[in-house]
Each structure stands twice: as C-alpha cells, then as structure tokens.
C-alpha cells in the first residue's frame, strides 16, 4: 500500500498533528469563537461533527449542511483547515461542494463495509483529494479496520491515516472506550506507512483522562491527536463530559513529552502500556464479576439460603490455588487475591439481601 503524506501545506510536520474542536457544530457563535481560541493557541486544523450519529434517536442528531457554511466561515476568517465525519454518500458530496479539508469516517460507519464502500464510491466521483481519516470499528476488530482502509485506497484515495478512538464494552470500565492498544500497534506494523492519530477524547469519556491518554499515544509514537474542545464545555450539545477549551487543551499540549523514537527505553513503554491494558481488563473482568454476585445474592435471597456457602468457597480456593501453582504463581499470593475478591462478593451480595 503506497500512501501519500495526510499533512497539509503549512501544518507542521512535527509530531503531534493537532486536529481539534467541538464535538458538535451548534451556531454559528459557537464554532466562530471556539475556532478563533483555537487557533490563538496556535492549531491550525479546526473539527466539528455536522451530521451526529446518536445511539438512540431523539438526542441532537447535527445541524446538517448550514454548519458547513459555518465551516467555510471559520476557513475564511482564521485560515484553519477544517474536517467533518461523513457517514453517506450524501455528506461527501455536501462536504466536497463546501470545501472541506479533510474528511473521516466514523466508528459506527467504518463497522459497515457497505456503508465504507458507499463513502469509497462517493470520494472517487468527486474527486475528492483531501486526506481521509478512519476510525476504527466500534469492536475490536482489526480485519473489519484494515478493510475499510482498503476500500478508501482502492477508490484511489492515497492520503490515509487511521484514527484510534478504542472499542466498546458492554461492562463498566474507566474508559468510554477501551484502548486495547495493541490493536492499534498490530495495524501499525502490518502497514507500516499509515499515520496513527489518537482520539482520547472518545477513548476517555472524561476530560480527566485526556492528558494521560495523549502521553500514551506519543510514548507509542502515535503521529497526531484528535481532540474535542468546545469555548463553553458545560454547555456543549453533545459529550459535554470529554470536551475541554481550548486553554486547556494547550496547557495539555506543552506538557506533553515528545520522545526520540530511537530511545533505548522504547520497548519498556510499549511493555509498560501492555500493563495498563491488562489492569484495565482484570478491572473489567472484576466488575462482570460482581454483578454475577449480586444476581447469585438475589437467587439467595428469594429462595431464602444463607450467603455463606463454605464448602464450595473451600472447595474452589483450593481448586484455584493449585491452578495457579501450575502456571509459576505463589500459592500465598493467590489466596489473598482470592480471599480479598471472596470478601467482596459476600459484601455485594449481603448489600442485595438487605434492599
């Protein structure tokens, strides 16, 4: 696969590409001031959502195409480049006819190839010669990525780069979106040209995790960011939890360190990323757990048996144990790792027998 730079002319080729704006385009005011912080605080590609796929309808679904004249405003007065997600043929066309930079496809649309395909069609007919960026599925599906990258190249689109906003989960997790970043360095090594830029702000779900978030992705020697920021965040119309302004996002941005990608100590920080995830899972992993509890609380209650069942609780910490020996752990350390989750799922399940 042979691909053309994504940078635009004037934008520095230093990392990290810096893309960022709101969530939504709400008014005119609103893009127009948020764009001008912006790019006071030296960003020079301006996002916003104008056709907003919402999980159930009734929410605010994007002002549609008069945000795009919006758009041509914020380009004309500040000299940003701008970018929107497209979803349909339909947006391509619009997005095309009122000059817009760059272009990406969404999580909810690259999981359809049907609908990746139509956007391919759309960008050839237009002649589209912008970058597009693609985000990765909503599951963790590397294939279902790399094929809708395939289908952009092979409509002749050769400015490709992928966005990684992390992959969704039915259970309770710190993140909106779990990183599973070796999906992302998996797609990186199997294509090693594809610029790599990093979506905290979905990742997180929070303003909170976007800074850690954004060291992470430049310890993985991501190429750029994808940040959410809004001029009001508290009263964004949408996702107002991970949008933050643009002071803030520059304060994130200085802070960030930039490392040498030929440091020695490169594969410590990948080793180390692996780490979070695995913790990240077992807390996942934990809370399925005692959700389990709670329902066998329920059982207990209703058929009137006693929380403590002390032959099964003997049975398996022994079972456990001896598992765990054969696979190189200390039998002292998994019986207080057992023990300790023991406790709390006598806690989770008394909580139950007392409502």
Known sequence: MELESILLPGVSSQRPVI?????SAETEEQLMTTAKELVGNGINIFR?????????????????TEGLVWMQR???ET?????????????????????????W???????????????ADALKETQFDGPVLIKNPVNPDLELWIGAIERVYN???????AIHRGFSSYDKKIYRNLPQWHIPIELKRRIPQLPLISDPSHMGGKRELIASLCQQAMD???????????CDPEQAWSDKEQQITPDILSYILHLL???DTKQTTENLTELRQQIDQIDNDLLAILTKRMRISKEIGQYKKEHNMPVLQTQRYDEILDKRICEAKELGMDGAFMKTVLEAIHEESIRQQIEVLNQ
């Open 155 to 161: 409509a002749g689109i050769r400015k490709i780069g």
């Open 48 to 64: 916003a959502g104008i056709w907003k796929p919402r999980t159930k309808p009734g929410g605010f679904e994007g002002v549609g």
């Open 220 to 230: 993985l020697n991501y190429d750029g960011l994808i940040i959410e920021s809004h």
């Open 257 to 259: 360190v930039i490392r």
């Open 74 to 76: 914020v380009k004309k």
């Open 105 to 119: 496809i969404g999580a909810r649309t690259a999981v359809n190839p049907f609908a990746v395909q139509e956007i």
């Open 19 to 23: 893309i960022a704006g709101p969530c």
């Open 79 to 103: 000299g940003m480049y701008i970018a929107t997600e497209v979803a349909t043929k339909n947006h391509v066309v619009e997005a095309v006819e009122h000059e817009i930079d760059i272009l």
